[in-house]
């Protein structure tokens, strides 16, 4: 018998599919996050937005802005502002790399996805990305479309 791992897969709280398509994903990075309960709490709902957040650094730390957490709605008068900034949990290197790709080389740093690790902690995924151009996306929008023919063609084939 084979004492393998199983990984358990992660519960996704939040996904960035736009990203993938308005940006070219360079590098990417794992990061915590700082969460009250009540944010936490809302979730695990799944029921939160990611679309238009981004990170930048602030005084030697990295922060999420524009994550949208909706309150969570059994918690009354202690619940959470939806958008404020969250501070991320990272090395000082990864920082210092952050923040030299977003001064130097004109990058964006985005949030891919929010999901529970294994241990139930809260993680963002960050990556570097580049913003693509108009035309960029009209060839990766064809390409999907042709390799979907592709697939459709050779189904009926055989």
Not at 93 to 118: C, P, S, W
Request: no cysteine; aromatic share 8%; charged share 35%.
């Amino acid at each position: 018998m084979s004492s393998k791992k199983t990984e358990a897969p992660r519960k996704i709280a939040a996904d960035n599919r736009r990203a993938r398509f308005d940006f070219e994903i360079g590098e990417t990075f794992e990061a915590g996050v700082m969460l009250t309960g009540t944010e936490v709490k809302s979730l695990r709902t799944g029921k939160a937005t990611i679309g238009e957040s981004y990170a930048a650094q602030k005084a030697g730390e990295m922060w999420l802005y524009n994550a949208y957490i909706p309150e969570y709605l059994e918690a009354n008068r202690f619940n959470h502002e939806t958008r404020r900034p969250r501070k991320l949990l990272l090395h000082k290197r990864q920082i210092a790399k952050l923040g030299h790709a977003v001064e130097r080389e004109g990058m964006t740093v985005v949030a891919l996805k929010i999901y529970f690790n294994d241990q139930g902690r809260a993680k963002v995924e960050l990556a570097l990305a580049k913003g693509k151009k108009a035309h960029d996306k009209r060839e990766a929008s064809k390409e999907r479309d042709w390799a979907r023919d592709k697939a459709r063609l050779m189904r009926d084939r055989g």
